[in-house]
C-alpha cells in the first residue's frame, strides 16, 4: 500500500515539476525497495534520481541519490559499488566552496560506514572525524547520531576495557 502513495506521490511530483518532492519521494520508494529486497528497483529510482538532480544543477539532491546508492549497495554487502557511490557523494559534497555542512557530513558519515563494513578501523575513524567537523554547530539530528552509532560499535569492538566503556556510553547517548 505504501508503494502506492508512493508511486501517487512521485508522479504528482513529476507532473507539478517539484524537484524536492521528486527527490524525496524517490528516496522514500527507494528504501522501501531496499528494505523488500528489490534491489535492482532501488538502484534504477536513485540513478533516476541523479539524472533529474543533474539536469536542475540540484547538487544537494545529486548528493543525496548517489549516498542513497552507497546506502542501498551496503545494505546489500556489495562493498565496492557502496565505496564507489560514497566517494562519488563525498567529492560532490565537498566540490563547492561553500559546501552545506549536513550534506558534506552525511556523506562521511555514510563513507566510514562503508569503511567500517569494510573492516578498515583507521578509515573509519578518518571519515568519521572529517563528518565531525562538519556537524559542528549544526543541530544534533543533522547526522551526528548516525556517527556515534558507528563511533560506538568501534569502541565496543576494541581490546580495552575503556574504549569498551566509552563504546557503551556513546551507544546510550541514542537511546
Same mark, same amino acid.
Given at each position: 500500500?505504501?508503494?502506492? $502513495?508512493?508511486?501517487?506521490?512521485?508522479? %504528482?511530483?513529476?507532473?507539478?515539476?517539484?524537484?524536492?518532492?521528486?527527490?524525496?519521494?524517490?528516496?522514500?520508494?527507494?528504501?522501501? @525497495?531496499?528494505?523488500?529486497?528489490?534491489?535492482?528497483?532501488?538502484?534504477?529510482?536513485?540513478?533516476?534520481?541523479?539524472?533529474?538532480?543533474?539536469?536542475?544543477?540540484?547538487?544537494?539532491?545529486?548528493?543525496?541519490?548517489?549516498?542513497?546508492?552507497?546506502?542501498?549497495?551496503?545494505?546489500?554487502?556489495? $562493498?565496492?559499488?557502496?565505496?564507489? @557511490?560514497?566517494?562519488?557523494? !563525498?567529492?560532490? %559534497?565537498?566540490?563547492?566552496?561553500?559546501?552545506?555542512?549536513?550534506?558534506?557530513?552525511?556523506?562521511?558519515?555514510?563513507?566510514?560506514?562503508?569503511?567500517?563494513?569494510?573492516?578498515?578501523?583507521?578509515?573509519?575513524?578518518? @571519515?568519521?572525524?572529517?563528518?565531525?567537523?562538519? $556537524?559542528?554547530?549544526?543541530? @544534533?539530528?543533522?547526522?551526528?547520531?548516525?556517527?556515534?552509532? !558507528?563511533?560506538?560499535?568501534?569502541?565496543?569492538?576494541?581490546?580495552?576495557?575503556?574504549? !569498551?566503556?566509552?563504546?557503551?556510553?556513546?551507544?546510550?547517548?541514542?537511546?
Amino acid at each position: 500500500m505504501s508503494i502506492e $502513495f508512493c508511486k501517487k506521490a512521485l508522479a %504528482a511530483a513529476k507532473e507539478d515539476n517539484m524537484t524536492a518532492g521528486i527527490q524525496w519521494t524517490t528516496s522514500l520508494l527507494g528504501d522501501i @525497495y531496499k528494505e523488500e529486497g528489490r534491489i535492482d528497483e532501488a538502484v534504477s529510482l536513485y540513478q533516476e534520481s541523479i539524472k533529474e538532480s543533474k539536469k536542475k544543477n540540484d547538487l544537494d539532491g545529486e548528493v543525496n541519490a548517489y549516498s542513497d546508492l552507497s546506502s542501498v549497495y551496503l545494505h546489500w554487502k556489495l $562493498f565496492k559499488q557502496a565505496n564507489e @557511490y560514497a566517494n562519488i557523494a !563525498i567529492n560532490l %559534497a565537498t566540490s563547492q566552496n561553500d559546501t552545506y555542512p549536513r550534506l558534506a557530513g552525511s556523506s562521511f558519515v555514510i563513507k566510514g560506514e562503508v569503511m567500517y563494513n569494510m573492516n578498515q578501523k583507521d578509515s573509519t575513524r578518518y @571519515y568519521l572525524l572529517k563528518a565531525d567537523s562538519c $556537524f559542528k554547530g549544526i543541530e @544534533y539530528d543533522s547526522g551526528q547520531g548516525e556517527m556515534d552509532k !558507528i563511533l560506538g560499535r568501534i569502541m565496543i569492538d576494541s581490546s580495552s576495557a575503556k574504549d !569498551i566503556q566509552k563504546g557503551i556510553t556513546c551507544l546510550n547517548s541514542l537511546i
